[in-house]
T-cell receptor, first 116, second 115 residues
Framework: GAGVSQSPSNKVTEKGKDVELRCDPI?????LYWYRQSLGQGLEFLIY????????KSGLPSDRFSAERTGGSVSTLTIQRTQQEDSAVYLC??????????????FGPGTRLTVT | DQQVKQNSPSLSVQEGRISILNCDYT??????FLWYKKYPAEGPTFLISISSIKDKNEDGRFTVFLNKSAKHLSLHIVPSQPGDSAVYFCAASAQGGTSYGKLTFGQGTILTVHP
């Protein structure tokens, strides 16, 4: 399949542990985004990578959250010292990143994170 | 501060009738708007978009209307089909500056189309 893939699909972790969520974007897409959806809420922007530019981290809720994108492709979202309020579905998306098509973002299936 | 609002959490429509999903925004810098559709356990999929230079965009059974003065957009689905049952998210972006590419989403509306 040529779509966006995310792993794991589900993650249950204990409060205080660190977690890493992975995203493989569509090949050739230069823009990559992380969002999260908490129960009953819309999608909340977290971070945005565009090519080699510095990422837009304006949506990260705290310094426990970080993300990197290696080689302009795969991205990892890391949450340190997880809290119960971090429980959500974490969605990754990618786009061509050129002109209006950058808004037509292709989403992965998400990782459901549960912090107990 | 909810900059994009979908005030109807759910909508129920009979098959063959029109579905109208509404979205309001507060940020006057938004100039590009999109609708996404989401099935359970899947990521959202892009449906249709509209630039602020237009007031209507049509794609098959789906039409998006934009009223900039009212900061309001709507998605019309005609005729509605049971397969359209999903969560619909409205999203907005400002094309300029550092916000480029960043989407702000509404809370979503659950559409149920009854056979």
């Amino acid at each position: 399949g040529a779509g966006v893939s995310q792993s794991p699909s589900n993650k249950v972790t204990e409060k205080g542990k660190d977690v890493e969520l992975r995203c493989d974007p569509i090949s050739g897409h230069t823009a990559l985004y992380w969002y999260r959806q908490s129960l009953g809420q819309g999608l909340e922007f977290l971070i945005y990578f565009q090519g080699n530019s510095a990422p837009d981290k304006s949506g990260l809720p705290s310094d426990r959250f970080s993300a990197e994108r290696t080689g302009g492709s795969v991205s990892t979202l890391t949450i340190q010292r997880t809290q119960q309020e971090d429980s959500a579905v974490y969605l990754c998306a990618s786009s061509l990143g050129i002109g209006p098509s950058t808004y037509e973002q292709y989403f992965g299936p998400g990782t459901r994170l549960t912090v107990t | 501060d909810q900059q994009v609002k979908q005030n109807s959490p759910s909508l129920s429509v009979q098959e063959g009738r029109i579905s109208i999903l509404n979205c309001d925004y507060t940020n006057s810098m938004f100039d590009y708007f999109l609708w996404y559709k989401k099935y359970p356990a899947e990521g959202p999929t892009f449906l249709i978009s509209i630039s602020s230079i237009k007031d209507k965009n049509e794609d098959g059974r789906f039409t998006v209307f934009l009223n900039k003065s009212a900061k309001h957009l709507s998605l019309h689905i005609v005729p509605s089909q049971p397969g359209d049952s999903a969560v619909y998210f409205c999203a907005a972006s400002a094309q300029g500056g550092t916000s480029y590419g960043k989407l702000t989403f509404g809370q979503g509306t659950i559409l149920t189309v009854h056979p």
